[in-house]
């Protein structure tokens, strides 16, 4: 059976661990050439070994400066890479991203620069970077990682909540810049999915948290293959929406 992305290219930022790598291995397993990025060298050459094993062709940027998506450089860097070492671009992935929780009056500015940094900056700069080559040749799928917290918030979380908020509209405003040209831009918004970056929360939280999930906590693959959905043809004409993937958190 001819597998749904064989031929395509896909940047996956972050995809070192979590949901990043698993969307990296759903996306390969459908026969797409894979970048993968993450700002950690180690944990993202781990996740290339593995990803060769689905053969694959792979090409990594990873570490600082070149794995980071907050540097216009790095990311242009990355576009570049694709295009030279895996002959070509057609998806783009925006999955970085991280938090740094504390009420308001406690968050220092470093606190919020960081977040605001990863999370709204490095897509907006990855987003710019693969912008001309998209348009010129008129295809492409951007799918931007936003957060329920995007659309209510947590507390503690102001910085977070504010970022995965404006990828929301990030992805409105790209979707309607680019549609003419047959580029899809959506965005996805996970309820509670278990990684690093849930499993940070203390333990009495995360219980709590995720006895009031319907459908019981998330795995990384509930959202990679949502976001393997948008990729696929099946998708062609969905553009700008926001598609919550929660258990039934929010119904
Ligand atoms: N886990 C959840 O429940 C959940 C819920 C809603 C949204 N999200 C979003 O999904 C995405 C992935 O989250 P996760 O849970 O897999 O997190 P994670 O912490 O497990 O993985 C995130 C990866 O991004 C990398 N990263 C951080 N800063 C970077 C930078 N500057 N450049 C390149 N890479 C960088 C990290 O090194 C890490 O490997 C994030 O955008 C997150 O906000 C997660």
């Avoid at 709204?120 to 693969?130: C, H, I, P, S």
Wanted: with cysteine.
């Amino acid at each position: 059976m001819t597998k749904r992305l064989e031929g395509k290219v896909a940047i996956v930022t972050g995809s070192g661990r979590g949901i990043g790598e698993s969307i990296a291995r759903i996306l390969a397993g459908e026969g797409a050439a894979v970048l993968v990025n993450d700002v950690e060298k180690e944990v993202a050459e781990a996740a290339a070994e593995e990803l060769k094993k689905l053969n694959v062709n792979v090409a990594v940027s990873a570490g600082i400066p070149e794995g980071d998506v907050t540097n216009e450089l790095s990311c242009k860097g990355m576009v570049e890479k694709a295009k030279s070492e895996l002959g070509g671009l057609h998806i783009l992935i925006n999955n970085a991203g991280t938090t740094k929780d504390k009420v308001i009056h406690k968050m220092d500015d470093q606190m919020w620069k960081l977040v605001l940094d990863v999370n709204l900056k490095g897509l907006f700069l990855m987003t710019k970077a693969v912008y001309p080559h998209f348009k010129k040749q008129r295809y492409g799928k951007i799918v931007n990682l936003s957060s329920m917290a995007g659309l209510g918030s947590n507390l503690g979380q102001a910085n977070y909540a504010t970022s995965k908020a404006a990828v929301i509209s990030l992805t409105k405003s790209t979707a309607m810049e680019l549609a003419p040209y047959n580029v899809c831009v959506n965005a996805i918004a996970p309820g509670i999915i278990d990684t690093r970056l849930t499993r940070a929360m203390p333990e009495e939280k995360w219980n709590q948290i995720t006895a009031a999930i319907p459908m019981g906590i998330g795995a990384p693959e509930n959202v990679a293959r949502v976001v393997l959905s948008l990729c696929s043809e099946d998708f062609d004409y969905v553009t700008g929406q926001l598609i919550v993937v929660s258990g039934g958190l929010i119904i």
